[in-house]
């Protein structure tokens, strides 16, 4: 079983960038795709990003700002985020899955605890 660890997340003004990491254990790395969720208050966890072998995929509501990365070498993935919206606060989660990238949280079987985003206006 892999496990996830998130760090990066914090308080922002509108405008600014954060970077996400998520660390993976395991040796089997390079197998697994890796997607990025969040969940604000009340709503439901929406998908933010995903990347297996290919080029990454982006939710709308990123595209242009996010960009995702991994270094298989580190069992890391990067999520850089710039342009910071207050709308883009929420808890990310970090998740994984063998092989190919999902955009949907239900095909995930791993999960990281989550870390905090906040964008002040």
């Known amino acids: 079983q892999v496990q996830l660890v998130e760090t990066g997340g914090g308080l922002v003004q509108a405008g600014g960038s954060l970077r996400l990491s998520c660390v993976a254990s395991g040796r089997t790395f390079t197998t697994y795709a890796m997607g990025w969720f969040r969940q604000a208050p009340g709503k439901e966890r929406e998908f933010v990003a995903a990347?297996?072998?290919?080029?990454?995929t982006y939710a709308n509501s990123v595209k242009g700002r996010f960009a995702l990365s991994r270094d298989n070498a580190k069992n890391v993935v990067y999520l850089q985020m710039n342009s910071l919206k207050p709308e883009d606060t929420a808890v990310y989660y970090c998740?994984?899955?063998?092989?190919?990238?999902?955009?949907?949280?239900?095909?995930?079987?791993?999960w990281g605890q989550g870390t905090q985003v906040t964008v002040s206006s």
């Open positions: 998740a994984s899955r063998p092989y190919i990238a999902s955009e949907r949280s239900g095909d995930y079987g791993n």
């Open positions: 990347i297996s072998w290919s080029a990454p």
